[in-house]
Structures are given as structure tokens and as C-alpha cells.
């Protein structure tokens, strides 16, 4: 999974532990799942329901002002890659890191969205005091460290040394995605 793929880590969990329990592998193995340090975190453990909460926001925007909405998942997809696209956003490296920097830009990301929808509820302090105190984080953290790796490396390794599969997606539509 390369930079700029959202990454919902208990959805990707949840999926690998199902197909381990059909016996189809997928608890994620580094060397064969690579997980770029880059890529964008979202909804981490259900704690940045921000995403999902702004998308919601938006989409009743939406339908306020122009009389219909985009018709989104409201998975917290869209406002993922704003953030993104801002430079506010938060990736794997992120959650990787020093527990203190990732409460700083999460509590950075949380107030942009606050100072844009003041309708918007975010307990920022509870959150990730529950993070903190449950270590859903570190059990992610734990999870998928193994697997990050630099993306664009595990790539050309793929394509030029044994052969392997890989499966390749991109954006639903053409000019959808911002990094390519």
C-alpha cells in the first residue's frame, strides 16, 4: 500500500484476520505486504471518527446549499485526503513515531476541523487519552511496523528480482488521484 492509499487499520485488520480464518492467509507478512510509511491513516481504532463526522458535515453542506450532495460513503474519505492535500494530514510514519508528536498533529488536524465546522464534536483530550490508556494505538503500531517499508523500493524490488504478483489499483476515475 503505497503513499497516498487511506488506510482504515481496523478494517485492514479485521479483513486479514477473516481470510487467516478461511485459511487464506493475510495477516499481513512483511517481505510479501508492504505498507508504504507514507501512506494516509485514517479512522485509526475508530478514534479519528472526525473523518467520518466531517464528511457528514459536508455532505449536509452539500444538500443545504445546492439542494443535492455528492452522494459520498462518508467513510471519512474524502476529508483524509484534504488534509492531505493540505499538508495536515496523518500518515503511517506518523503513528509510528513518538506518541507525544502524533498527539501534537492530531490535536493540530482535530482544531482545523473544529475552526471549519464549530458544529463538529471532537473530544481531542478524551480520545486520545483513551489511545493512550487502551493502547489500541500500540497495538496497531505493533501490527503493522513489520510490514512498513519504503514503497517505492519494495516496488522495484518486486518487479525486477523474483517474479511476483501485485496488485495495482488506482483512483475510480480518471484525474481522481492526487499524487499520480
Known amino acids: 500500500m503505497r503513499n497516498g492509499v487511506v488506510i482504515h487499520l481496523p478494517g485492514l485488520f479485521e479483513e486479514a484476520d477473516k481470510n487467516l ?68 494530514g496523518l500518515r503511517i510514519c506518523d503513528l509510528l513515531s513518538d506518541f507525544q508528536d502524533f498527539s501534537e498533529r492530531y490535536k493540530v488536524l482535530a482544531k482545523q476541523y473544529k475552526s471549519m465546522y464549530p458544529t463538529l464534536d471532537i473530544d481531542v483530550d478524551g480520545e486520545l487519552e483513551k489511545l493512550k490508556v487502551n493502547h489500541r494505538l500500540l497495538a496497531y503500531v505493533d501490527r503493522i511496523k513489520p510490514m512498513v517499508c519504503d514503497g517505492v523500493y519494495f516496488m522495484h524490488k518486486a518487479l525486477h528480482g523474483p517474479p511476483k504478483k501485485i496488485l495495482v489499483e488506482g483512483a475510480n476515475a480518471t484525474l481522481l488521484d492526487i499524487d499520480f
Do not use: C, M
Open 21 to 88: 480464518r478461511k485459511g487464506k492467509g493475510g495477516r499481513g507478512r512483511p517481505g510479501r505486504h508492504g505498507v508504504g510509511a507514507r501512506a494516509d491513516a485514517h479512522a485509526v481504532g475508530g478514534v479519528f471518527d472526525f473523518h467520518q463526522a466531517v464528511d457528514d458535515v459536508q455532505e449536509q453542506q452539500r444538500q443545504q446549499q445546492a439542494g443535492k450532495n455528492l452522494g459520498t460513503t462518508k467513510k471519512g474519505i474524502g476529508p483524509v485526503y484534504s488534509a492531505k492535500a493540505a499538508r495536515s
